[in-house]
């Protein structure tokens, strides 16, 4: 067990973790937030997207212990207040979502790059969004969302 700090939706926490296992297990099983999701636990899914000091990456694919420092967001961190952002809500109003498992990854990977772009084109989104896949939708709910808020108010 070896002792990590990281800070988690903006909040700080210390936690004694195996060297071994990754991000994904930590936030899941250590801290409880169960929005991330294990789909592939191979860096293809997307499922596990999490922003980690500012980038989407696949926790899945990132040990635990090199997140020692790191500044991490969640889907549990996207509402605020019991309320939905912008862009959760415009999941719902497009329709972009159908068995939600993909939907967290989805969500982060759209804020990495909102936050990064905050008018992308459809090109852009697109790009950014290739690494979550999804079996429900057909993505074209999904590019809708994302471009109904881009340049709006996140």
Excluded: W
Excluded at 113 to 129: K, S, Y
């Amino acid at each position: 067990m070896k002792a990590i700090q990281l800070t988690v939706n903006g909040g700080a926490y210390k936690v004694f973790c195996p060297e071994d296992i990754t991000l994904l297990t930590l936030l899941r099983e250590h801290l409880h937030l169960t929005g991330t999701k294990e789909g592939c636990a191979a860096g293809e899914c997307g499922a596990c997207t999490v922003i980690y000091n500012g980038k989407p990456i696949n926790a899945c694919m990132v040990l635990a212990m090199e997140a020692d420092g790191a500044v991490i967001e969640t889907i549990e961190g996207e509402a605020k207040d019991g309320v939905l952002s912008p862009l959760q809500q415009a999941f719902i109003d497009c329709h972009a979502l159908q068995c939600g498992f993909c939907t967290p990854g989805m969500i982060m990977s759209a804020r990495a790059l909102l936050d990064e772009n905050p008018t992308p084109t459809r090109d852009e989104i697109v790009h950014a969004m290739e690494g979550n896949l999804c079996r429900c939708t057909g993505y074209e709910p999904i590019i809708r969302a994302i471009e109904q808020i881009a340049g709006g108010a996140q």
